[in-house]
């Protein structure tokens, strides 16, 4: 089975990475909505043994809120069953087509602790919901069950995330400000990412890694995505219409995999897909828009994403390029997306942005870090100044030794950093500043930090460039 290969080469302080462990363990997820849907999608990548779904809702119709609902119905009468069939289908061995984990939902409503019973002992309870009384239950049981509870919430343009071991924290967190708010693709897929990478860490600790003590919140209308207080209004994130814009997304692997579906939900026109690669068995762990496709292994990735979202996002206009993006576009996009790990075709995206204008989004990963950051042309830096593009290319010239690891990436960073870099793209089309600098996620610093497991990062080059010509 090479599906969890590239994760099981992932080493942190030494200790390296167990899929056993997470083959064996058994995580409850409360909720169907949105969020549930992308830390489910993310479980089923990092590949946890068996995860059980709970909730009552009716499936709805045609909603581009709703994500992985979207894809397929079956008919089923509720939302949790229809997302069963979706997880078991991601889940399939690429070589048997059977699933490689144990999916089950049920249709059932939190109404009083006697209720929660049906939980029975799972290593670890996922709240999704934004339903105080579900809350309220859920960590009730968790508790005198000892067991450990991760509780998320999401709305347009904020969400959250804490963690529960019964030894308080959580309690102060049972505030008003989600329930009953509609939940948002854009930061219910952000805080998806980091919920799964703390529910890996409860599972399967590496090293010295602590999962959060701390709330940790997303905040799209804080100036660099971090501030607890609102700076800009809402109403004009409510009403913003992309349905007229062009993006490009150079690279459909681990981060193009949710940048182009993110894109699709946030109603951009029309998507240009760049991307030479055929889809190979270990991409499936973290590639979900391949997990989705009947018969992914082997593909152009481009061609399987688009076919994959055109059944989910029909309105939208998609265009395949199965070629590397070597610098000309046939038609200016309104935006490009770096999505891949390539620095050559890096350099091609900044050359083509720097020279015609382009705002550009670096999205970027490691096992433990996901970091974004937008260009924006004549107001920051550009992706040269900030990354060392041309020295990334000469260190990746080095011959690499055959002891080496190619390669380890992980579904919970390529997620966060997806998000981030939508969650810049929104504050630009909508005609707010960006931040001057990189947003970056570090699953080693989240359990350390009171609010933000997100750090600033400044450029990586001093004096001229020319995307700002002499200092
Ligand atoms: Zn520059």
């Not at 909603?63 to 939302?79: I, S, T, V, Y």
């Not at 708010?181 to 930061?187: S, V, W």
Request: net charge negative; proline share 6%; glycine share 10%.
């Amino acid at each position: 089975m090479d599906r969890f290969d590239r994760q099981e080469r992932i080493q942190v302080d030494g200790e390296s990475w167990d899929q056993q462990k997470l083959l064996k363990s058994k995580v409850a997820i409360v909720g169907s909505g949105v969020l549930s849907q992308n830390i489910a999608a993310a479980l089923v990548g990092l590949g946890v043994g068996w995860l059980s779904l709970y909730d009552n809702r009716a499936a709805k119709g045609r909603d581009p809120g709703e994500f992985l609902a979207l894809f397929r119905r079956n008919g089923h009468a509720f939302a949790a069953d229809s997302l069963r069939d979706v997880l078991l289908h991601m889940s399939r061995d690429a070589g048997t087509g059977e699933p490689l984990l144990r999916v089950e939902s049920t249709p059932w409503k939190f109404v009083d602790p006697a209720s929660a019973c049906i939980l029975g002992a799972p290593n670890l309870i996922i709240d999704a919901t934004n339903d105080p009384f579900a809350e309220r239950v859920l960590l009730d049981y968790a508790r005198a069950r000892n067991i450990p509870l991760l509780n998320a919430s999401a709305k347009r343009m904020h969400a959250e995330l804490s963690l529960d071991r019964g030894s308080g924290g959580l309690e102060e967190r049972l505030s008003p400000d989600y329930h009953g708010k509609g939940q948002h693709p854009l930061t219910a897929g952000l805080i998806a990412g980091i919920a799964a990478d703390e529910a890996r860490k409860v599972l399967m600790p590496l090293g010295t890694e602590r999962p959060i003590e701390r709330t940790v919140r997303f905040n799209g209308l804080s100036g660099n995505l971090l501030g607890v207080y609102d700076e800009l209004a809402q109403e004009k994130y409510d009403s913003l219409d992309l349905s007229g814009m062009r993006a490009a997304v150079i690279g459909a692997g681990a981060l193009g995999n949710w940048v182009i579906p993110g894109l699709s939900q946030m109603g951009v026109g029309s998507i240009e897909v760049w991307d030479p690669d055929v889809f190979e068995e270990s991409n499936l762990s973290r590639q979900l828009m391949a997990t989705l496709h009947e018969d992914a292994v082997g593909r152009g990735k481009a061609e399987t994403v688009v076919q994959v979202l055109s059944t989910m996002f029909p309105e939208v206009q998609y265009t395949v390029r199965a070629e590397p993006f070597e610098g000309a576009f046939a038609r200016k996009p309104d935006v490009v997306f770096r999505c891949t790990d390539n620095w050559e075709s890096t350099r091609s995206i900044n050359d083509a942005a720097v020279r015609e204008g382009i705002p550009a989004v670096f999205c970027g990963t490691d096992p433990t870090v996901g970091q974004a950051y937008l260009f924006k042309p004549g107001d920051n830096y550009c992706l040269e100044c900030m990354f060392g593009v041309d020295k990334q290319i000469a260190a990746n010239a080095q011959p690499i030794g055959c002891t080496a690891a190619p390669d380890p990436s992980v579904i919970t960073t390529n997620m966060v950093a997806a998000y981030l870099g939508l969650a810049l793209f929104e504050r630009f089309a909508a005609g707010d500043a960006v931040p001057k600098n990189i947003i970056k996620y570090d699953n080693h610093l989240i359990s350390q930090r009171l609010h933000y497991p997100y750090t600033e990062q400044s450029p990586a080059l001093e004096g001229s460039c020319r995307c700002r010509g002499s200092p």
